[in-house]
């Protein structure tokens, strides 16, 4: 899943496919300070988390951040660089 890759099915509804280098780039990011992107769990574990849903496309943030609170978390949404840098840095400020 965190290997690079493109896309070979440029149907209308691929048109704006992209490389697939977003996995790819936040592993190896995560890894170069020192953290890891763990496995998926097959059941929720641990207390409730303060999470930063990062994407362009508000349809698949929100859609993301809603499972996320299902499970308890509490949810902040970013949309552009800034924003999530923003919502990252003035995480310690939420309360639960």
């Not at 496919?17 to 929720?44: C, D, M, N």
């Not at 499970?71 to 400020?93: D, F, I, M, N, W």
Request: charged share 25%; proline share 3%; net charge negative.
């Amino acid at each position: 899943m965190f290997d690079l890759f493109t896309q070979a099915d440029r149907s209308l509804d691929r048109e704006q496919g992209g490389l697939g280098i977003w996995l790819s780039l936040v592993k190896s990011l995560v890894e170069q300070h020192g953290g890891e992107v763990a496995e998926p769990k097959t059941a929720t574990s641990g207390a409730p988390r303060r999470v930063v849903v990062v994407d362009d496309n508000a349809d698949s943030a929100e859609s993301m951040g809603m499972l996320l609170e299902l499970e308890g978390h509490t949810v902040r949404y970013a949309y552009k660089g800034l924003g999530a840098l923003e919502a990252a840095t003035s995480a310690p400020r939420w309360r639960c």
